[in-house]
């Protein structure tokens, strides 16, 4: 079974920086795609960025573009989100997840069969 553990969240000013961390373990985390998703105070869950199996290849959604930037560590089974320019949008509750299908990369979170519990990132103005 394969288990995600996030990292790294706080509370921060508005245009601080932070990064998030997920440990992976009990699976083949070199094959996963991996990505991450947030929800906001009554949001429903949204997609932020995503990476290939060998990091060739990532996607984020157009609110992070240019201030975040996810990586991997295969050696470590880490996945990583950097988030500069933090706004008080940013504010939520951030979602570590895998993907062991067929797809290269994928925004969709249906897509994604592992899922971790979640770290708070709370950004103040």
């Known amino acids: 079974q394969v288990q995600l553990l996030e990292s790294g969240g706080g509370l921060v000013q508005a245009g601080d920086s932070l990064r998030l961390s997920c440990a992976a373990s009990?699976?083949?985390?070199?094959?996963?795609?991996m990505g991450w998703f947030r929800q906001g105070p009554g949001s429903k869950r949204e997609f932020v960025a995503t990476?290939?199996?060998?990091?060739?290849?990532?996607r984020y959604a157009s609110s992070v573009k240019d201030r975040f930037t996810i990586s991997r560590d295969n050696a470590n089974n880490t996945v990583y989100l950097l988030m500069n320019s933090l706004k008080p949008e940013d504010t939520a509750v951030y979602y570590c997840?895998?993907?062991?299908?067929?797809?290269?990369?994928?925004?969709?979170?249906?897509?994604?069969?592992?899922w971790g519990q979640g770290t708070q990132v709370t950004v103040s103005s």
């Open positions: 990476i290939s199996w060998n990091g060739d290849h990532t």
């Open positions: 997840a895998a993907d062991d299908g067929w797809l290269p990369i994928t925004v969709i979170a249906a897509e994604y069969d592992y």
């Open positions: 009990g699976g083949t985390f070199e094959t996963y795609v």
